[in-house]
């Protein structure tokens, strides 16, 4: 019996060492495959980072395409995140260690043994395997799987429910926030990330107009979806990141307006430095609307972000925008920081309720522009081929290093040379453009914030770069053009005369001097009004004396006759304003003894209540 024993035992013993071995080596060549091949993740992973650095030899197409302009400077996951900007004060990984990009991608080449062992627990197929692994991250995988028999129902309804994403993401767009539904709809051609493959021709053939960069969205389709559904052709007739800008509706005024009028739009913080500008800027915006041309500008509109109203509320229609620095009600170093998230609540608010939109062009502005006369005619927004326009600021320059170098790593399909070198003041746009401009402006300026390096190389302009980035990524049609053909503004004293222009810019100040003498002996410089009672009572601004040889500006450059003229053509304007503007010194006295009153009030009937509660 021992020996009987003892001759059966080892044979078996044999056989289940080999097979362990033959395990072993398939495993082994499995992961090599997988390893020298990728998987479609890995495959993705190493486009994504090859678009920081540029295409392949080779390549014909977008190496990366953006699912929502958001991402473009926020990437979503840490996959696709883009490598660190060395320029920008972000250290690379030290000596030894294994940078976040290149762990994720580790992680993802060696997904597939940790796939296999949890199919082989849950007796899922290998296509059922080859579907999830596209459609779920590795962590959903291994939960679906770890309840056997019933996980492999479980996982059958997570694949259905994911091949049937549109109507999920839809509804999922639904019940999100405002911003979050915004976001979304700047999604490339309005697709979703995953769809099926009926899903995708339909998406095809409802949006022809759509480029390659908008079709490659649907990235993450099943691999019976990829093979049987190629994507449409590219169209060459729109380049450019967002193209599918191009192709939305001017407005979301569904009644069309006349194409050549203008709603013109500006930003404050409500302080009294900003509504001293903006009291003086919209007097003489009525003052031009009354001259001939002038019944194209019908509608004005203040864009405040501050926690409360302000004392103009009732002479400037306004948009009260929720802040993001409500610091900024009293003082704060940069409030420009809140414009372009201002602006964004007014598009969204505009989508909501398009009677706050009165034009099919939009006029961007700020609060130191003094109108000369109207806007010549832009011509018709609904025609895509009439430009918009902007204005050429000399200060503003794109090609200097850390802009390349932004746009290489995280825009590396934006073409450099068509950075404008504008900002979003003054920008004569479509609704459309705005919407598509405004979520990268809005994102990259936060982006700007919070890296102290960018913040100091790029300093007050830098939200004016933000903006001349998202124009260039969506290639939006808008004419940068500086003086003196520009029609929007001349700014003095660095520009001699009005030119072409409509608008006065006052940026600078002008100061009077003589050679040799170090003390200026006329000062105008928007700086000098601050004051709280200004705002209310605005002051007359001081000519100034009359002109001789010899003057010269702070800088040493010569005061002209025509200069001079010039600065004194822009006094007199907003000196007219200001004589046809009210003072509203007793108007907000009173508004503000009525506000007290009523909060003694209601304090009073909360104390009343609670006395009587207690007492029960």
């Known amino acids: 019996m021992k020996s009987g024993v003892r001759g059966i035992g080892p044979a078996p013993r044999r056989s289940s060492y080999a097979t362990f071995l033959t395990i072993i080596c ?97 007796g899922v197929t290998q296509e059922m395997a080859a579907a999830l692994k596209q459609q779920q991250s590795d962590k959903s995988e291994h939960a679906a799987v770890a309840g056997g028999q019933d996980s492999q129902r479980k996982e059958k309804e997570a694949l259905m429910k994911a091949q049937q994403s549109d109507k999920s993401e839809h509804k999922a767009a639904v019940g999100g926030t405002a911003r979050q539904e915004q976001a979304k709809t700047a999604v490339a051609g309005g697709t979703t990330t995953t769809t099926t493959a009926a899903a995708a021709t339909a998406t095809a053939a409802t949006l022809s107009n759509t480029t390659a960069a908008a079709a490659s969205t649907t990235t993450t389709t099943t691999a019976a979806a990829a093979a049987s559904a190629p994507p449409p052709p590219p ?31 500006f930003t404050s913080n409500g302080s009294p430095y900003q509504n001293i500008q903006a009291r003086v800027m919209v007097g003489t915006y009525n003052i031009v609307r009354k001259m001939p041309g002038g019944e194209r500008l019908v509608a004005l509109t203040r864009i405040l972000h501050r926690s409360t109203p302000d004392e103009v509320m009732d002479e400037i229609p306004t948009f009260l925008a929720k802040p993001l620095q409500p610091e900024c009600d009293k003082w704060c170093w940069f409030p420009v920081a809140d414009r372009a998230n201002a602006v964004q609540q007014w598009i969204d608010a505009a989508e909501k309720d398009p009677s706050l939109v009165k034009a099919p062009w939009l006029l961007m502005l700020e609060t130191d522009y003094v109108w000369m006369k109207p806007l010549p005619d832009p011509g018709n927004a609904y025609d895509r081929s009439v430009p918009g326009w902007s204005f050429a600021f000399d200060y503003i320059a794109p090609s200097i290093p850390i802009i390349q170098q932004l746009l290489q790593e995280r825009c590396p399909d934006c073409d450099a040379s068509t950075v404008p070198n504008s900002g979003p003041a003054p920008v004569l746009a479509r609704f459309s453009d705005f919407k598509a401009a405004t979520p990268i402006w809005e994102e990259l300026s936060k982006w700007i914030e919070t890296h102290e390096d960018a913040k100091k190389m790029l300093g007050w302009v830098r939200e004016m770069y933000a903006w001349d980035i998202a124009v260039a ?47 200026e002996f006329w000062i105008f410089d928007k700086r000098s009004y601050t004051a709280y009672e200004h705002q209310l009572k605005l002051p007359t601004f001081p000519l100034p004396p009359e002109w001789t040889e010899g003057i010269v500006l702070q800088d040493g450059l010569p005061v002209t006759r025509e200069l001079h003229d ?36 209601k304090t009073a009937t909360t104390t009343t209540t609670t006395t009587a509660v207690a007492a029960t």
């Open 26 to 122: 398939f495993c082994v060549g499995l992961l090599g495959g997988y390893l020298l091949l990728g998987s479609p993740r890995t495959a993705y992973h190493v486009g994504s980072s090859g678009a920081v650095g540029g295409r392949k030899e080779g390549s014909t197409g977008s190496s990366k395409a953006w699912n929502t302009r958001r991402e473009l400077f926020s990437p979503k996951t840490r996959a696709e995140e883009l490598p660190r900007n060395v320029v920008l004060g972000e250290k690379p990984p030290a000596k030894g260690e294994v940078s976040k990009e290149m762990a994720a991608a580790l992680k993802q080449q060696q997904s597939d043994k940790s796939e296999h062992a949890a199919a082989g627990k849950g």
């Open 235 to 265: 169209r060459q007739s729109i380049k450019g990141v967002f193209p599918d800008a191009n192709t939305w509706p001017i407005t979301p005024v569904k009644e069309k307006m006349p194409g050549n009028t203008i709603h013109t739009l």
């Open 473 to 519: 990524a969506n290639k939006l049609n808008i004419r940068n053009q500086g003086p003196p053909v520009t029609p929007l503004i001349s700014q003095p004293p660095h520009d001699r005369a009005l030119g072409n222009a409509s608008m006065y810019h006052y940026t600078w100040g002008t100061l009077y001097k003589r050679p040799g003498v170090e003390k």
């Open 566 to 601: 010039t600065v004194v053509d822009m006094l007199k304007r907003m000196n007219e304003a200001v004589a046809q503007l009210p003072d509203l010194t007793e108007a907000v006295k009173k508004q503000k003894e009525a506000a007290a009153a009523a909060a003694a009030a």
